[in-house]
């Protein structure tokens, strides 16, 4: 008889606590489906380029037509042509934008700052009041430079999409 009542302690002991973790377990997981647990929304939206070029601010909204806007300032320390511009992301399928801006080359003087818009964006999870992690390509040559070698800089944008 010791035994058996040696066992149903042993067995009620383990029943009691595994209860217990699943109750808990069941609290984490309602409070992770309702976005208590959303610790993405608390970022800070951050607009990082190479030291070439400094990020002023940058803006991304859903309303009109899902823009997505940059201000740079040229710190090369030369006159420099923009000949190209491309944003995309790493979803399943990437954003597509159009840029809205003068065909290139784009003439972009020393120590000024310009602004880039992109419009018309589609795909790339590009959802209102939902985070996002854009990556630009922006490819120049320096004015002056007699052989004009293109180079290339990459910049990230993280930031949650504006309604209005």
């Not at 699943?22 to 959303?38: E, K, P, T």
């Amino acid at each position: 008889m010791k035994k058996q009542k040696r066992g149903q302690a042993g067995v009620e002991f383990l029943s009691t606590y595994a209860l217990a973790f699943i109750a808990i377990f069941v609290s984490i997981s309602a409070l992770y489906y309702f976005g208590f647990l959303d610790f993405g929304k608390y970022l800070p939206q951050t607009c990082i380029f190479p030291f070439q070029f400094k990020c002023i601010d940058f803006s991304l909204s859903s309303s009109p037509s899902n823009d997505v806007e940059i201000k740079l300032t040229n710190n090369i320390g030369e006159d420099i042509d923009v000949t190209s511009l491309l944003i995309t992301n790493e979803a399943t399928t990437p954003i597509s934008c159009t840029p809205n801006s003068t065909s290139p080359p784009i003439r972009w003087n020393s120590s000024t700052q310009k602004d880039f818009a992109f419009v018309s964006c589609t795909s790339g999870a590009y959802v209102p009041d939902d985070w996002i992690e854009l990556k630009i390509s922006m490819q120049y040559y320096a004015v002056n430079s007699p052989s004009k070698t293109p180079h290339t800089i990459n910049g990230k944008i993280n930031g949650i999409v504006k309604t209005g």
